[in-house]
């Protein structure tokens, strides 16, 4: 018997909180850039998390149409202000009263593509800006946290443009559903089984130790050396005070941190990537001894080296993760102008900020000492696709030897 879908948004919703978010009794959870769409996903997410024990739910509301108001009639000197109450309430809320949060990535993304280039960045740079401390605690697993995503009529009118408008949205819906394993028999079981089989390759991969990855692919030769006590992750992972989550639903990665100096040679992207409101595509990045030496792109170029400027090690590589072609995202051949759900269709790289749970010890190390053993710092962390199945990644193990990790593609082991 076929679930409606209203029995799958319900799963849905239990899914985000108890696999997603691993809410645990007692705590409350704040959820946030909650599209005004998603009110009735929302409230039941809600009920969930009351169910799973929260002592509290609150919501901060994003709305598309707000922001590109602001940048059609707000003053042209007012876009390095923010509204610090929210992340001052975030902070509190996962610092003082045993929070977790739950964040939505469901935007427009051609938002912002006839706006002022240089405030579209001034925005997004102050966003990072105050973001900063909060993403300090979330990417070193201080407490657990997960992204979901669900349609919105501009973003499922860009994926599915020949749809009426009705369509676009349940057809969006239905991949989602599909990709999140909503529509399995047992969606948790399903899960679990999932992150046993990624579980492995993290096994596998963490104890070959290799010093360094190669890539080749059309448009693509790079090498990157990994630093010394580097970890490979992925998949659910455990906060500092041993409460598991799943930081992105879907994910069919695993990754870990590259050398923030040992980057050299050239890549091109294989899908778009999203950044403030602005498509970024068909873009290559050329790199040595770790920094971008050089960017270019079809769409976007201007962004792009806008972001790659923001500071020191936005120049650099900050994360490296495996995903293969034949993931449930990829098979869908469905382009997605969202990072949530691109990045788990095809390999990746992000530029910026390295996670500390990375690295040996990486949480216990100040950011000098990160630096010094090969992490990166910055406001930023963006995650742009290489990956088809074109693609082979070698592992250069510490006596030299070369294996094979990703052929065509695919797992080569």
């Not at 920094?291 to 806008?306: H, M, S």
């Not at 930023?380 to 593609?409: C, K, L, Q, W, Y």
Request: with cysteine; glycine share 6%; charged share 20%.
């Amino acid at each position: 018997m076929s679930l409606t879908f209203e029995q799958k948004l319900k799963n849905y919703a239990d899914l985000a909180v108890n696999i997603g978010v691993g809410l645990q009794p007692g705590q409350t959870l704040i959820i946030h850039r909650a599209p005004l769409e998603s009110a009735p996903l929302v409230r039941l997410i809600a009920e969930s998390a009351y169910k799973a024990g929260a002592r509290l739910v609150d919501v901060i509301w994003q709305d598309d149409a707000l922001t590109l108001a602001r940048f059609k009639h707000a003053p042209r000197d007012s876009f390095h202000e923010f509204p610090t109450w929210r992340t001052d309430g975030i902070l509190d809320a996962v610092l003082n009263r045993n929070g977790a949060t739950l964040v939505f990535l469901a935007e427009n993304p051609d938002l912002l593509a006839k706006e002022d280039p240089k405030l579209v960045m001034e925005a997004k740079t102050t966003l990072q800006k105050y973001m900063q401390e909060l993403r300090k605690y979330s990417m070193s697993n201080y407490y657990n946290w997960s992204v979901i995503g669900m349609p919105i009529p501009s973003w499922a009118a860009k994926v599915f443009p020949d749809d009426p408008p009705q369509r676009q949205i349940d057809k969006l819906w239905e991949l989602i559903f599909d990709v999140c394993r909503v529509n399995e028999p047992d969606p948790v079981q399903a899960w679990k089984d999932h992150a046993k089989i990624l579980a492995e390759k993290k096994s596998y991969l963490n104890n070959k130790k290799y010093r360094s990855l190669n890539y080749k692919a059309p448009g693509t030769e790079l090498t990157l050396g990994l630093p010394e006590g580097y970890i490979w992750q992925g998949v659910s992972t455990v906060t500092q005070k041993g409460i598991n989550f799943m930081p992105n639903l879907p994910t069919e990665e695993i990754f870990t941190m590259p050398h923030k100096d040992q980057a050299d040679g050239i890549l091109s992207s294989t899908r778009p990537f999203n950044y403030g409101g602005v498509l970024i595509d068909q873009f290559t990045l050329k790199f040595e001894n770790g920094r971008i030496i050089n960017a270019t792109a079809k769409t976007g170029e201007t962004t792009l080296k806008q972001l790659i400027a923001t500071d020191e090690g936005a120049s650099r590589l900050g994360e490296v993760a495996l995903v293969p072609h034949s993931s449930p995202i990829s098979r869908s051949n469905i382009l997605f102008y969202n990072t949530l759900f691109d990045e788990n269709a095809a390999n990746h790289l992000a530029i910026g900020k390295a996670y500390r749970l990375c690295m040996a010890e990486g949480n216990q190390m100040n950011d000098d000492q990160f630096a010094t053993a090969g992490g990166n710092n910055s406001i930023v962390h963006e995650d742009f696709m290489i990956g088809s199945g074109n693609m082979d990644i070698d592992g250069v193990t510490a006596t030299g030897d070369i294996e094979p990790i990703v052929r065509a593609g695919e797992w080569a082991f």
